[in-house]
């Protein structure tokens, strides 16, 4: 009940590869790069997750055609296509905060034929890391979460981070 509590206040963002070769997966980190730049340079400080869907889903022909544009100037005529839809994801752990695993709303854009392993981050708020060594998130997207979820979700994201680290202190 938790995570579907949670889930209604978040929206993920899930991109997959065409397939598993290394020039296939640096594809889908550029994409990625790309729209979050995209979403960086254009989308304005939502108020809460519908705001972030409600924009996201305006903006899919421009989200779209930024993929598209990153793929043509790598030489890549893969085709794109991107859905706003419910998806299920394993545990993820974001610094001192895991979220359970369920199904969440996300941004999913598929790459070529999709078959490729997948990368996948908390659009809203913002908790996508591009640098696998960072895994500390900005202060202000840690507050959004906290006034975006009750106490209750909120500490139960710290205890199951904890929890898997066999610690039991939630201070």
């Given at each position: ?11 993920r ?71 706003l839809?419910a ?31 997948n ?37 139960s994201?710290?205890k199951?981070?904890?929890k ?8």
């Amino acid at each position: 009940a938790c995570q579907a509590s949670i889930a209604n206040k978040i929206l993920r963002l899930h991109v997959l590869a065409n397939s598993d070769s290394p020039e296939d997966q640096a594809l889908k980190l550029t994409v990625r790069d790309g729209i979050l730049a995209y979403m960086d340079a254009n989308a304005p400080d939502f108020a809460d997750v519908h705001e972030a869907k409600t924009w996201t889903s305006l903006h899919m022909e421009e989200l779209q055609k930024t993929a598209e544009n990153i793929l043509l100037s790598q030489g890549c005529g893969d085709t794109v296509s991107l859905e706003l839809t419910a998806c299920y994801f394993p545990v993820k752990t974001y610094g001192d905060l895991t979220f359970p695993a369920g199904d969440y709303e996300a941004l999913r854009v598929k790459i070529g034929e999709a078959k490729g392993q997948n990368w996948w981050c908390v659009m809203y708020p913002p908790l996508c890391f591009t640098d696998a060594t960072c895994c500390e998130f900005p202060q202000e997207s840690r507050e959004i979460l906290e006034r975006q979820l009750t106490e209750t979700e909120y500490l139960s994201l710290r205890k199951e981070t904890l929890k898997n680290s066999g610690s039991t202190d939630i201070t």
